[in-house]
């Protein structure tokens, strides 16, 4: 929070130089500027802030448009790079001060451009379909399909639609099974709770899972857990259970988010132990399947030992860098954003999720819901 607090602090003066002192405006003019900017960026930041944790869906209009100011902002710190340079070059020519405003210009005009073309792909939620090939897998498992879907984010900025296009989006995909992996909800159990009930509708032939994210940390998590079982929705929080073809089998395992904490911390040896009666291990020859919503949880020194034996991590959490080039900085803390890679031995799939985290914007990381096929 206070990394976060600086940062916005950084980009208030960066824009208040180039926007408001740096053009020599009118002392009555600076002052009007200064206090437009000041409040906007703030507001803009309050609302992103508010989508996150009061999920109050009665302030969805503003709290969407404020939150989405944010990136707009963002964009335009970037883009007044370049008329900086522009301004370092030509400040001393007659023509250069002339120069200088319109490459403002244009530069607020891009980032807008650029905002308003990332919030009409977030309104988009294609099935995205991935094919992983795993040796261990058993024979009567090949071309099992699982859906994946991550970071719903219903609350305050999700459109209202969104539960029901990730229903109609599944119900055409028909796969054996459909994990949520985490982040479903910004919002308390009262605010938001109804809103999950179209998804006891949902049916595959293997079920279907939910387990925590870290914004169902932030939302009392206990409450959250106990209205998704009084609804009827499958949990796998810290559990598992097996999967049949015929006599083989797979288990499928979920463990809680990493912030989890007490009963909510992630522990895949418990997990094991529910699903299997007994430990896990990489030598007893069952293909397991992890539902951890972190991809970091892969590594060995977050929560998977690899003599645990987990074959396939499904995770998301990290939206894909949700705004790029920003969300590059996912990778200081994760070791992917998305698609599929070895993470500590590990084949982790990492969806880029179905919404965004507060402002309602994606650039370069596209919304989805993963289809993946499994093969030997």
Excluded at 1 to 17: F, H, N, P
Excluded at 121 to 127: E, H, N, T
Aim: charged letters at 15%; glycine letters at 10%; one cysteine or more.
């Amino acid at each position: 929070m206070i990394i976060d607090g600086l940062l916005g602090l950084a980009l208030l003066v960066w824009l208040w130089w180039n926007l408001v002192w740096r053009p020599r405006w009118p002392r009555r003019t600076r002052l009007v500027l200064s206090v437009i900017l000041t409040i906007t960026l703030l507001g803009s930041a309050l609302a992103t802030l508010a989508s996150r944790y009061l999920g109050l869906t009665c302030w969805r209009l503003l709290l969407s448009t404020g939150s989405a100011l944010l990136i707009f902002y963002l964009y335009l710190g970037l883009a007044l790079l370049p008329v900086a340079l522009i301004w370092a070059l030509t400040s001393r020519r007659q023509w250069g001060k002339r120069l200088t405003i319109i490459a403002t210009v244009v530069a607020m005009l891009a980032a807008g451009a650029i905002t308003a073309w990332g919030a009409d792909r977030a309104a988009r939620l294609p099935v995205d379909q991935l094919q992983v090939t795993q040796p261990r897998l058993p024979a009567n498992f090949d071309g099992m399909t699982i859906a994946l879907v991550t970071d719903v984010h219903l609350g305050a900025t999700s459109r209202p639609t969104l539960i029901t296009e990730t229903i109609d989006q599944l119900n055409e995909a028909h796969p054996d099974l459909i994990v949520f992996g985490g982040d479903l909800i910004d919002g308390s159990v009262a605010n938001l709770g109804d809103s999950l009930r179209p998804l006891t509708e949902l049916s595959a032939p293997d079920g279907v899972v939910f387990t925590t994210g870290n914004h169902e940390m932030y939302h009392d998590p206990q409450a959250w857990i106990d209205f998704e079982a009084s609804i009827g929705l499958t949990q796998l929080n810290n559990d598992g259970f097996k999967i049949w073809r015929g006599k083989q089998s797979i288990e499928l395992i979920g463990i809680d988010d990493a912030s989890g904490q007490g009963q909510l911390a992630p522990s895949l040896r418990w997990a094991c132990r529910q699903a299997n009666d007994g430990p896990c291990s990489a030598t007893d020859g069952v293909f397991r399947i992890l539902v951890a919503h972190q991809p970091r949880q892969a590594l060995a020194n977050h929560q998977l030992p690899p003599q645990l034996g987990i074959d396939l991590q499904l995770s998301g959490h990290t939206h894909g860098g949700q705004f790029l080039p920003f969300g590059l900085t996912t990778l200081l803390v994760q070791p992917m954003l998305s698609g599929v890679a070895q993470v500590g031995g590990i084949t982790v799939v990492t969806s880029r999720g179905v919404a965004g985290w507060g402002p309602q914007v994606r650039v370069g990381a596209d919304p989805q819901i993963v289809l993946i096929t499994l093969r030997r």
